[in-house]
């Protein structure tokens, strides 16, 4: 990583919690990369893309939204945290 003016090297190291978010988003990261590549098979395809190629972007897709669902889904929302006391936070 390229160090800036005036921050000390060891800032430019993601943090616990910044690994531990790219943890998280793991599955939808890779859904994200499966569904580019099918995108770039259907047009790099020579001629029309095939049945398969369809299925293939079909698939991908639906892989994305299962992902980002599922990663919606296991985080609390704003209001939630919000919501609890400062008791519940530091239990």
Do not use: K
Not at 15 to 44: H, M, Q, T, V, Y
Not at 55 to 70: F, I, K, N, P, S
């Amino acid at each position: 990583m390229a160090t800036h003016a005036g921050t000390a090297p060891e800032d430019d190291e993601p943090s616990a919690e910044d690994l531990a978010a790219i943890e998280r988003e793991s599955g939808l990261i890779s859904a994200e990369l499966a569904l580019l590549d099918a995108e770039i098979g259907i047009l790099a395809a020579e001629g029309d893309p095939s049945a398969v190629d369809w299925q293939r972007l079909r698939r991908a897709v639906r892989d994305v939204l299962r992902e980002a669902a599922e990663l919606y889904t296991d985080e609390p929302s704003a209001t939630e945290a919000d919501s609890q006391s400062p008791d519940e936070h530091a239990a």
